[in-house]
């Protein structure tokens, strides 16, 4: 069965800094990796989605990176801005017989002006 | 613009009440999803309909029921056998069963019990 792990749980950092949230999971066996944005009492937006081929995806301020092998992904985000406060959700496709996406619990992201 | 829709935004149910939160797409995806969300939680599956006529129980099927009759429409209703029905339910969609192009999801509803 695979798990989907977010580190850390909770983050805070002052406006101006780069960061690393991090992802893992257990089953290498992937389709594609898909990184969230939640704001709060809202839907999910897609930041950035990796297919299992490719090493990594770039859209702005945001970098992820998807190392299949050992089961891990980070989403780096640059300069980040006070907008940029909400939770990040890593989510892994599995597919086979069990077509769905399974998520990580996120990271509660603040960045402080 | 394409996209998914959620209505209502937010839903009270009574005890012993049937509900039913409406999600439709315009997007020409095959595959439909229905998610719960709970704090501390994360995202667990209730239900997922790969075409048209068709669906399979996710991980928390119980107490809940869906129909797949159009390809743009998925609904999800709650019944009363599911007893603690208060949370966020978020409706997703894909291209196809193998979500090459990623899932898509809707804004959400918050039901709540009184």
């Known amino acids: 069965k695979q798990e989907v792990t977010q580190i850390p749980a909770a983050l805070s950092v002052p406006e101006g800094e780069n960061l690393v949230l991090n992802c893992s999971f257990t089953?290498?066996?992937?389709?594609?990796l898909q990184w969230f944005r939640q704001d709060p009492g809202k839907g999910l937006t897609s930041l950035l989605l990796i297919q299992s081929s490719q090493r990594e995806q770039t859209s702005g301020r945001l970098n992820a990176s998807l190392d299949k092998s050992s089961g891990r992904s980070t989403l780096y985000i640059a300069a980040s801005q006070p907008g940029d406060s909400a939770t990040y959700l890593c989510a892994v496709y599995s597919g086979g017989s069990n077509y769905k996406l399974t998520f990580g619990k996120g990271t509660l992201l603040t960045v402080n002006p | 613009d394409g996209g998914i829709t959620q209505s209502p935004k937010y839903l009270f149910r009574k005890e012993g009440q049937n509900v039913t939160l409406s999600c439709e797409q315009n997007l020409n995806h095959d595959a439909m999803y229905w998610y719960r969300q709970d704090p501390g939680q994360g995202l667990r599956l209730i239900y997922y309909s790969q075409i048209v006529n068709d669906f399979q129980k996710g991980d928390i099927a119980e107490g809940y029921s869906v129909s797949r009759e159009k390809k743009e429409s998925f609904p999800l209703t709650v019944t009363s056998a599911q007893k603690n029905p208060t949370a966020f339910y978020l409706c997703?969609?894909?291209?196809?069963?193998?979500?090459?192009?990623?899932?898509?999801f809707g804004s959400g509803t918050r039901l709540t019990v009184v």
């Open positions: 089953d290498s066996a992937i389709y594609n």
């Open positions: 997703a969609s894909s291209i196809n069963s193998y979500a090459g192009d990623g899932y898509t």
